[in-house]
C-alpha cells in the first residue's frame, strides 16, 4: 500500500462545477495535511493546509480532513480552466519527524 | 512573500561530470529539501537539512551530497553525473515551529539533462 494514495485521473468537471479531489494515507500518526497545485513545467505551488479535522476554507477552496477514515479532500467550487492542473496531496508524519510523503498527484482538466 | 530561487532552471551535463545544483530561500527557514520528480514517480525525497551543516539522508540519496554552509544555502551535488539522473530537481524549505513543522515552498526547479 502507498503511503499517500491519490486517483491519479483525469479528473474532467465543465467549468463553474465542483471538483473534488481526493487523497487517502496510512499512517495514523501523520498530523499535517497539505495541498498543492503543479502546472505542466512548473514547481508545486502550496493552496492549503489543514492540521484538524473539519473543513478550512481559503476562497473557492475547501480542505476537508477526517483523522479516523485518514481521509483529506479538496474542493474547488466554480472551477475554471486556469485550475487545470496536477494537484498533489501532502502528509507530514507525526511531531518530530521532518519527511513529507507526496502523492502521485491527481490531474484536473476543467473543460470551458 | 517566500522566495526560494534556484541556481538554474535548465541544465544539460554530460556523463560523470560534476554536477552543482544551489537553491537559496530569503526566508529564514530552518529546513530545506531536495526532491526530483519522475513521471509516474511523484516527488522522491534525497536530501533535507533541519540546520546548517546537518543533513538526513532521504529515500534516495545514492549518487548524491549535499552541502549546507549556511542557513539560507543549500547545494546538491552529483558527484558523477548519470543518465538516470536526468529529471526535474525541486528545491523546497519549511520553517519549524514548537515542534510542528509548517509548509513546504518550492523553487522553480531545474531540468538536468544528462547525455
Known amino acids: 500500500q502507498k503511503e499517500v494514495e491519490q486517483n491519479s485521473g483525469p479528473l474532467s468537471v465543465p467549468e463553474g462545477a465542483i471538483a473534488s479531489l481526493n487523497c487517502t494515507y496510512s499512517?495514523?500518526?501523520?498530523?499535517?495535511f497539505f495541498w498543492y497545485r503543479q502546472y505542466s513545467g512548473k514547481s508545486p505551488e502550496l493552496i492549503m493546509s489543514?492540521?484538524?479535522?473539519g473543513d478550512k476554507e481559503d476562497g473557492r477552496f475547501t480542505a476537508q480532513l477526517n483523522k479516523a477514515s485518514q481521509y483529506v479532500s479538496l474542493l474547488i467550487r466554480d472551477s475554471q480552466p486556469s485550475d487545470s492542473a496536477t494537484y498533489l496531496c501532502?502528509?507530514?508524519?507525526?511531531?518530530?519527524?521532518?519527511?513529507?510523503?507526496f502523492g502521485t498527484g491527481t490531474r484536473l482538466k476543467v473543460l470551458a | 512573500d517566500v522566495k526560494v530561487t534556484q541556481s538554474s532552471r535548465y541544465l544539460v551535463k554530460r556523463t560523470g561530470e560534476k554536477v552543482f545544483l544551489e537553491c537559496v530561500q530569503d526566508m529564514d527557514h530552518e529546513n530545506m529539501f531536495w526532491y526530483r520528480q519522475d513521471p509516474g514517480l511523484g516527488l522522491r525525497l534525497i536530501y533535507f537539512s533541519y540546520d546548517v551543516k546537518m543533513k538526513e539522508k532521504g529515500d534516495i540519496p545514492e549518487g548524491y551530497s549535499v552541502s549546507r554552509e549556511k542557513k539560507e544555502r543549500f547545494s546538491l551535488i552529483l558527484e558523477s553525473a548519470s543518465t538516470n539522473q536526468t529529471s526535474m530537481y525541486l528545491c523546497a524549505s519549511s520553517p519549524i515551529g514548537q515542534g510542528i513543522t509548517y509548509e513546504q515552498y518550492f523553487g522553480p526547479g531545474t531540468r538536468l539533462t544528462v547525455t
Open positions: 501532502a502528509v507530514r508524519g507525526p511531531a518530530g519527524t521532518y519527511k513529507y510523503i
Open positions: 489543514i492540521y484538524s479535522n
Open positions: 499512517d495514523r500518526g501523520s498530523q499535517s
